[in-house]
């Protein structure tokens, strides 16, 4: 959210909008904003470009858009309560909703598991093959013989 500028007033539509109003939006102005059609300078066609694009992302997923909306309802409690101090608590627990890191999932705790057994079982096998072969294994390097 930069600055005081809704994702809904860079779009252009109300707070009630369906995806496809918000779809429909997007593609008018990004047919009007997009660097490559646009008369406005490269700079400010990118920038804005990129607010669209954003306010976009983040209206058009439900799960972020209700998170938003729910900032949005707690800035204007707040600007009609007053209370900065539970303006600070509410945007120090937002914060966390950024950036975390997700658990893996069981598919890729999978492919995790299968990549350790394949790299011990190569090492295991190269040991198993140098010591059949009758070579040791700490051997000395040839370009040392000299």
């Known amino acids: 959210m930069k600055g005081e500028t809704s994702y809904y007033k860079i779009l252009g539509v109300n707070e009630n909008a369906s995806n496809h109003e918000l779809r429909k939006a997007f593609c008018k102005l990004s047919i009007e904003l997009h660097p490559d059609t646009t008369s406005l300078e490269i700079d400010i066609a990118k920038s804005k470009f990129q607010e669209v694009l954003e306010a976009y992302e983040n209206l ?3 799960n ?7 900032k949005l309802k707690e800035k204007s409690r707040s600007k009609n309560n007053g209370n ?6 509410i ?3 937002n914060h966390n909703l950024i950036g975390n890191r997700r658990p893996f999932s069981n598919g890729e705790l999978f492919s995790l598991f299968i990549l350790i057994i394949i790299i011990t079982v190569s090492l295991i096998g190269s040991i198993f093959i140098a010591s059949f072969t009758g070579k040791e294994l700490d051997t000395i390097p040839i370009w040392l013989v000299k």
């Open 60 to 62: 058009n997923n439900s």
């Open 64 to 70: 972020l858009r209700k998170i938003y909306d729910d």
């Open 84 to 89: 900065v101090l539970n303006n600070l608590i």
């Open 91 to 93: 945007d120090s627990n």
